[in-house]
């Protein structure tokens, strides 16, 4: 069973490729998701968070508050390596723990771990494939910026926050060309598909 590791830089499109490869019968691993349960409550690594970030980064009801730390993390080098470090060894455990769990059912098409840091992590051992998603950084930093409604400064900050495209892309086996309109990455990934699944039942 192949196990495709899917990254990029933020706001490249990601979610929309995933989304695709879900509605053709792909499972998905989420490791935003799993990073976001990991960190929930009570857990380990909240207690760790708290330890020290402060209860600055919690909200009324002492979760963490993601905006509050996303505003620190992403302009502070420091803080953000010591936010990776509390929280990126879990994800490797639960994306390893879900990849096992997913192997034994033999139901499953295609696995697919969407990881904004899959590289950066270093996660990309636990994968056969790496796809990178990508879009020109000016086309990346308008779709950021209107997203999620950050200025353009805040914006620049979160992609320079994580590894440059030309350098994700040296760990990539396939490329996903994003820069056109949705309609044009859909035919891309629909003509990936059959090649793929084509080729896992030969
Ligand atoms: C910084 C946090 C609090 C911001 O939360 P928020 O809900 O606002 O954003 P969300 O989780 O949806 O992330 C949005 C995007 O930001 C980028 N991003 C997230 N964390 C990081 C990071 N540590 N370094 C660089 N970019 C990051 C990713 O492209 C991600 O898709 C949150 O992302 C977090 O806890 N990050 C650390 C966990 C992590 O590394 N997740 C990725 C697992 S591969
Ligand atoms: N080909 C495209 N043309 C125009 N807009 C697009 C295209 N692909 C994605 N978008 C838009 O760009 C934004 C970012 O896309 P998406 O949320 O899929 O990125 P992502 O890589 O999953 O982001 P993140 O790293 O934050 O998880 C979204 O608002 C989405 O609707």
């Known amino acids: 069973m192949l196990v495709i590791g899917l990254t990029g830089g933020i706001a490249s499109g990601k979610s929309t490729v995933s989304r695709y490869l879900r509605e053709r019968g792909a499972v998905i691993i989420d490791a935003d998701a799993l990073a976001k349960e990991l960190v929930a409550r009570g857990t380990p690594a909240w207690q760790e968070i708290v330890a020290f970030f402060g209860s600055q980064v919690l909200d009324e009801a002492g979760n963490i508050d993601r905006k509050r730390l996303g505003q620190i993390i992403f302009v502070d080098p420091q803080a953000r390596t010591k936010l990776n470090s509390i929280v990126h060894p879990k994800v490797i455990e639960a994306t390893k723990k879900r990849i096992r769990e997913l192997k034994d059912n033999d139901n499953v098409p295609l696995i697919v771990v969407d990881a ?76 990936l598909w059959k090649e793929i699944v084509h080729d896992t039942e030969k």
Do not use: C
Not at 132 to 147: D, G, K, S
Not at 160 to 171: A, F
């Open 116 to 191: 904004p840091l899959l590289i950066e992590a270093g996660m990309t051992d636990l994968v056969d494939e790496v796809w990178v998603v990508a879009v020109p950084v000016q086309e990346q930093l308008n779709r950021l910026m209107f997203r999620d409604k950050l200025s353009q400064e805040e914006a620049i900050k979160r992609i320079h926050s994580q590894m440059p495209l030309e350098e994700k892309l040296t760990y990539a086996d396939r490329i996903i060309d994003n820069s056109g309109s949705v309609e044009e990455t859909l035919e891309i990934l629909d003509a």
